[in-house]
């Protein structure tokens, strides 16, 4: 029963050789050649081509290669009763607050202007806000948002939480549910999502949402695009509401040439690199789940449908 790779935007091949390193005699089957469908046990999904799980009728296993599901989810056909799993990592969590301290101490040391001072040959110092008077707010308080909220209050930020259910993490003041959502976002000096991607999570960033951070707040989204209404944003930062934004996802990826972000000076734009996924790194746990679901045992890492992460 064969492991099918399907994953149309990513390069097979270091895939591959990172599969096969833990498994030499791996069934592997690479999309579209993925052979007669009734032998495919376990997918490797990355943006799947929509309606294709529904014809593996033997199929035990979806495997998302990131830590979101939403690209599988959005699926409308996805055979039922099939498990859904993702990758969790540390390196990924640590790529991912690196990426988040990198852009929370970019704004408040104020390095945007002092790039635009250097082109101009300007010597202007300004005086930064001391940590312990920014308030960071981290939507999702999961294996990216505890992570990054550790390093931030390590670095002594005033930092805040915002989840679905209570938590209690030592330094972080900690917000839920939508009846915590507004107190949240009022004392949000540097909002930052890293939410997954759900029904319920959609368009959250959003003129009503916007509007309740403090003025001159400023936005870190590295979740998902579609968590932003990007013209809100615009508009935002335009009335002179919000500072300004570092956005590594996107509605559009890539991010249309045309697109207003891409030449905006209170918008710092990456290319949906936050956090990526290294074959090398993950493979073991991969071909793990595979070894669990041949042998007829649950795989690990699997995420609650219902909830959609
Ligand atoms: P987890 O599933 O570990 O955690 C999700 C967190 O969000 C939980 O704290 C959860 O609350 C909270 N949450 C979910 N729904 C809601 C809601 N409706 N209201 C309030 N809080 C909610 O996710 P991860 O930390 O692993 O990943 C988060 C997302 O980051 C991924 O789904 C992916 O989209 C994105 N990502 C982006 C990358 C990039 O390179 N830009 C790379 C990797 C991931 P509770 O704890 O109560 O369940």
Known sequence: MSLLFLAPELNARSWVKHLRRQDPDLDLRIWPDAGPPD?????????????????????????????GVDHI?????????????????AAMVAAMSTYVLTAVLTHTRQFDHYRQDQTRKTWKPRTPK???DVRVGVMGLGHLGLDAARMLRALDFQVFG??????????????SGDEGLADFLSRSDIL?????????????????????????AYLINVARGEHLVEEDLLAAVEGGRLAGACLDVFRQEPLPESHPFWCHPQVTVTPHVASLTYPKDVAPQII????RVRAGQPPQQVVDLKRGY
């Open 39 to 67: 032998e495919v046990l376990f997918v490797l999904s990355w943006k799947h081509p929509l309606g294709v799980m529904k014809q593996f009728p033997r199929l035990k296993c979806i495997a998302s290669l990131g830590f």
């Open 73 to 89: 989810l959005r699926d409308p056909d996805l055979p039922t009763g099939v498990p859904v799993t993702r990758i969790v990592d």
């Open 130 to 132: 001391q940590p312990s």
């Open 162 to 175: 915002w989840s679905r259910t209570a938590k209690s993490i030592e330094g972080v003041t900690s917000f």
């Open 192 to 216: 930052i999502c890293l939410l997954p991607l759900t029904p319920a999570t959609h368009g959250i960033l959003n003129r009503q949402t916007l509007s309740k951070l403090p003025a001159g």
């Open 288 to 291: 793990a789940n595979y070894h």
